[in-house]
């Protein structure tokens, strides 16, 4: 809440030519709250100034805790020399994150101003394929060598730790940079005068191959609860590791497109606020679409009833009651079993137990809602056997729409295909007409007679 309760006050300083205490307001806060109150700042011309405002050796950081977008229009506004001296300086996954958003010609100009060590990096780490944990390393963590003594190792961190990501985890390679081995700080300060290092590592380290995917990556970082992640190529070689802060954005940007998924939005790769209109347009329209012509079956099922319908009316009456209850009920099932299968709580040959659980479910929800819609039927038209035709399809959909919704989700991870893809709105139109085949051949039955 800093940065909205400064912006006002910002502004009005910037208005009266108030830069000695504007330059102290900005001084005064954390890296992190003075990139909020840039982003914060309405005017495109005032974000460039504050940030000129910030000495050099702070300018980095706040830069780093810029939104993407907001890095570019600074960038653009920059000089050649005060540009060359941020991408230099700048940690290198947050310099990648910036260059995987330019255009190619704005990239090849921008790495031209890299020194010839980080144009290396740079080029090598954007050569790994978009979705890999390759993309997210930062060669930034401490080196050591198992024939080190603790002192030695204590004196290197000293000397290079100010550079890196973590001091916390070590990581012992062998001549050839591959990886043996991995020692804690803890160790290393409590280890006994003149111990080796290779005496104290712990051979047994968790990593990842560079080409494995950042998503499968997280989920191996959240589970053995790391400080960072070290990645390695097929020989077995470190080439480098990635971090808390990393990890928490790829988790993040993978529940928001699972999200999207179930509410049936292909899913943009820009936040909301900085989408362009047609591209959120094409997003929302291009699932509605197909939903659409999925949906017009159920014209198809009702005019192949419209007998029935005609005989009786009353019939349509609770028709969206009944078609509702069975969409929510299958969105809940599959919001369930795709939020399962996400966490690896439910696996994919889990297929028959997960079914049979839902079905029990569905049993007793239908059952439930059956009583309560045959309850509205018999108060609204006092026809027993109309009342009856409602309960029995609520109760037959609702089964049906529970178990539907946890099927599809199972299918498509076993196809190999993203389970968010079956969004809601889909299961849902798949219920709606199921539900009106079942209502009508039920009413069908029971009031011909």
């Given amino acids: 809440m800093l940065d909205k309760v400064l912006t006002p006050e910002i502004k009005r300083l910037i208005k009266q030519k108030r830069f000695d205490e504007i330059k102290k307001i900005i001084l005064s806060l954390l890296p992190e709250d003075a990139a909020s109150l840039i982003e914060e700042t309405p005017d495109p011309w005032d974000k460039v100034f504050l940030f000129r405002m910030i000495p050099a050796p702070v300018s980095v950081e706040v830069f780093e805790h810029l939104e993407p977008e907001e890095q570019k229009n600074i960038i ?19 310099r990648t994150e910036l260059f995987e958003d330019l255009p190619a010609e704005i990239f090849y100009k921008l790495l031209k101003l890299l020194s010839p060590s980080q144009r290396k990096i740079a080029v090598e780490i954007l050569g790994y394929p978009e979705d890999s944990v390759g993309r997210l390393i930062t060669p930034d963590y401490v080196r050591l060598y198992e024939d080190m003594s603790v002192e030695n190792a204590l004196d290197h961190i000293r000397k290079v730790g100010i550079d890196t990501e973590t001091i916390y985890n070590c990581y012992v390679l062998d001549k050839t940079s591959r990886l043996i081995g991995i020692v804690s700080l803890k160790d290393l300060v409590l280890a006994v005068s003149g111990t080796k290092v290779g005496k104290i590592m712990d051979k047994e380290v968790i990593k990842v191959n560079v080409y494995t995917d950042r998503e499968e990556a997280a989920k ?7 400080i960072a992640l070290p990645v390695v190529d097929n020989s077995g070689k470190l080439l480098g590791i990635v971090t808390f802060d990393d990890f928490v954005d790829v988790l993040e940007e993978e529940a928001t497109e699972d999200f999207e998924k179930i509410a049936a939005v292909i899913p943009g790769n820009k936040p909301y606020m900085e989408s362009k209109l047609f591209s959120i347009i094409w997003h929302r329209s291009f699932w509605l679409i197909v939903l659409v012509l999925f949906e017009s079956l159920s014209g198809f099922v009702l005019q192949h009833y419209s007998e029935t319908i005609r005989r009786m009316v009353s019939l349509t009456f609770f028709l969206p009651l009944l078609i509702d209850a069975g969409g929510n009920a299958g969105t809940q099932s599959a919001t369930v079993i795709i939020r399962g299968l996400a966490t690896e709580e439910i696996k994919a040959f889990d297929f028959i137990r997960v079914i049979w ?9 239908g059952l439930i809602l059956a009583f309560f819609g045959f309850l ?14 409602v309960g029995i399809s609520m109760g037959i959909t609702i089964l049906l729409s529970t178990t539907i919704g946890a099927m599809l989700p199972l299918v498509f991870r076993k196809l190999k295909v993203d389970p968010a893809l079956m969004s809601g709105p889909l299961i849902t139109t798949i219920v709606d007409v199921s539900g009106v085949i079942i209502y009508f051949e039920t009413a069908k039955l029971l009031l011909s007679s």
Avoid: P, T
């Fill in 357 to 365: 659980r839902e079905s029990l479910v569905g049993i007793f929800i």
């Fill in 376 to 389: 509205r039927a018999l108060f609204q038209q006092g026809n027993w056997w109309l009342s009856v035709s």
């Fill in 220 to 226: 191996i970082f959240k589970k053995y609860d790391l």
């Fill in 76 to 94: 653009f506004s920059l000089s050649d020399e005060k540009v060359k001296s941020l991408l230099n300086e700048m940690a290198v996954d947050e």
